[in-house]
């Protein structure tokens, strides 16, 4: 394996030896996935051997400020949305150097159940 970071059409061009497909099509899929995580993050997006990104929203609230020039003041916090991508145990296990070889990814469960997700 290399030190160096894939770029965009490395990235292409490995998939597309690896699979078989012409890089036209393999190019195509990866928009086509992209665009798909950003239309479902609300739900759970799962992405196959690597994990799932979910959108979570955070309410507002007040909060008293504890330090700083504005330290017993109450402030008000926005309402905002984060996205997370929580990884899968198995990409875990592959990237910190298990041995195992990463098993089919379409017969793994890698889509955690709601209260499994931290709501951080």
């Known amino acids: 394996m290399s030190d160096q970071r894939l770029d965009p059409d490395a990235l292409l061009l490995q998939l597309s030896k690896r699979s ?17 995580a950003c239309e479902h ?3 759970g997006f799962p992405v196959p051997g690597l994990g799932v990104l979910k959108l979570f929203d955070f309410p507002g609230r007040t909060m008293v400020m504890r330090f700083g020039p504005d ?13 997370k991508f929580w990884v899968s145990k ?22 955690p159940a709601d209260d499994v997700l931290p709501e951080d």
């Open 41 to 43: 993050a609300r739900e």
């Open 71 to 83: 330290a017993g003041k109450e402030k008000t916090i926005a309402p905002k949305k984060r996205l």
């Open 20 to 36: 078989g497909v012409p890089i036209e099509q393999v190019r195509s899929l990866l928009q086509a996935q992209a665009e798909l």
């Open 90 to 111: 198995e990409a875990k296990d592959v990237v910190f150097g298990n041995p195992a070889a990463m098993p089919n990814v379409f017969e793994l469960e890698w889509f």
